[in-house]
């Protein structure tokens, strides 16, 4: 079972932790059967092998395929661990990456990402080639942050292989200011990899969720252009097969100690974020829940009928039983957020009946 890359809805790209799994595990199957979701692949808190983390996949996305990448903002921690050995293994790229080949091969709904870092246009073709005879499809997915120096390469040993079997995914990561890299994006499509077959579906993909809100003092709205500038490039570079990619409401991994933020609401909605917190009123989660809930917004969630809209309303009643930790508000987030733009091209979908309720 690959993903069908013909059929491509909404890529958004999930780094496999806590938060990210929770979202995702408690979407309704109608949501799930709407994503195609690229995982970054690292190891999971305290399992032992690194397969447990496509077991943690697996639970979150069960029966479906999806894309797989190695998620190299990971960083090791205990090299003695053997999962953290399995995932440096991974990026070895002997024999054409022989190891991520061979691991691909034990996870049979993965489409994988091909690593081409160092490798020449022969070795390429000698990857895709071991993909396609798993009956694979796979994706090659271009890092603005980690810019391959042989996308040529990489170019030509697709154009040689000559199927259409494959997406291209560019990814610009988490970006503060977003027209540069935009223009990157629109650049790179129209040069660099305007030899790609004009049926190759390609996803664009990069998240502007804001890393601090210690200026929120209420409610505030951050709205996203990632719809606006999709719309862009359909214009620019006359491919169109652009499909809509970001990272679930998410960032990349990030190092260093950072202080316990504090109790904050976050509300996806179809172009923004609406959050709410108040440092110097002291808001707790149930305190920030009730604005939102009172704010003009709330009538876009306001009878999705989805786990994250339960959980904001749970949290003004007894917080307790709702978001009471800064992980359950991401992974209600997260929920809310892959709901709303999975059913993006539906318009209004509050009372749509989701054939399935979400268990708690």
Not at 8 to 13: I, K, Q
Not at 113 to 128: D, F, K, M, P
Not at 330 to 340: A, D, F, G, K
């Amino acid at each position: 079972m690959a993903v069908e890359v013909s059929n491509l809805n909404y890529v958004p790209t999930l780094a496999v932790r806590s938060s990210e799994m929770n979202g995702l595990e408690r979407l309704p199957s109608a949501s799930k059967d709407r994503l195609q979701p690229n995982f970054l692949l690292a190891p999971w808190p305290n399992a032992t092998e690194l397969m447990r983390s496509i077991d943690r996949i697996n639970k979150a996305f069960p029966a479906r395929s999806f894309f797989l990448d190695i998620d190299r903002d990971y960083q090791i921690t205990n090299i003695e661990v053997l999962s953290q050995q399995q995932w440096l293994e991974l990026q070895d790229p002997a024999n054409c990456f022989a190891n991520w080949v061979r691991f691909i091969e034990t996870v049979p709904n993965a489409s994988p990402c091909l690593q081409i870092t160092g490798l020449s246009r022969a070795e390429i073709v000698n990857q895709i080639i071991a993909f396609q005879e798993m009956g694979r499809t796979y994706a090659l997915r271009i890092e603005l942050q980690r810019f391959p120096s042989n996308l040529s390469e990489a170019i030509a040993a697709l154009n040689e292989v000559g199927s259409a079997d494959y997406v291209v995914i560019v990814d610009g990561g988490w970006i503060a200011d977003t027209q540069p890299s935009r223009l990157r994006i629109a650049n790179l499509i129209t040069t660099q990899l305007s030899g790609v077959d004009a049926q190759i579906p390609f996803v664009v993909s990069y998240t502007t969720i804001p890393k601090g809100f210690a200026e929120v003092e209420g409610a505030d709205f951050t709205a996203f252009d990632n719809r606006e500038f999709l719309a862009e490039l359909g214009h620019l570079t006359n491919r169109q097969r652009i499909t809509y990619g970001d990272w679930g409401s998410t960032r990349p991994r990030e190092h260093g100690m950072a202080s316990r933020p504090k109790p904050r609401i976050d509300l996806a909605l179809r172009s923004g974020w609406l959050s709410a917190r108040n440092k110097s009123e002291d808001w707790d989660f149930d305190d920030a829940a009730q604005v939102v809930m009172n704010s003009q917004q709330w009538e876009q969630v306001a009878g999705l009928g989805v786990w994250g809209e339960f959980m904001i309303r749970q949290t003004a009643i007894s917080p307790s039983l709702g978001i009471n930790s800064p992980q359950k508000n991401v992974s209600v987030r997260v929920n809310l957020h892959l709901h709303i733009q999975g059913f993006y091209n539906d318009g209004d979908i509050r009372g749509i009946n989701l054939d399935e309720q979400w268990e708690d």
